[in-house]
């Protein structure tokens, strides 16, 4: 539910952070997908870090402090 620089991949509900996080332990290469509403907000459960992302995929609706910071932090994002 939320994609932050700082506070990394984020979900409102604690139970589907868990099994987010399982998918990602499992993964060869972690993508994101969001709508630009989701970049820099931050929920309650965190799922990881952005450091664990490889690629995120979002709107041009995206703030481009978000976007940049997100890119600073070694994730590529791409904006569709």
Do not use: W, Y
């Not at 332990?25 to 309650?44: F, T």
């Amino acid at each position: 539910n939320g994609v932050d620089a700082e506070r990394g991949v984020t979900n409102l509900n604690f139970a589907e952070a868990e099994v987010k996080r399982s998918m990602i332990h499992a993964a060869r290469e972690v993508v994101v997908v969001a709508d630009g509403s989701k970049i820099g907000a931050v929920e309650a459960a965190k799922v990881c870090a952005v450091s664990e992302v490889d690629v995120v995929i979002t709107d041009a609706s995206a703030g481009t402090d978000h976007v940049i910071g997100l890119e600073q932090a070694g994730t590529t994002v791409h904006c569709v």
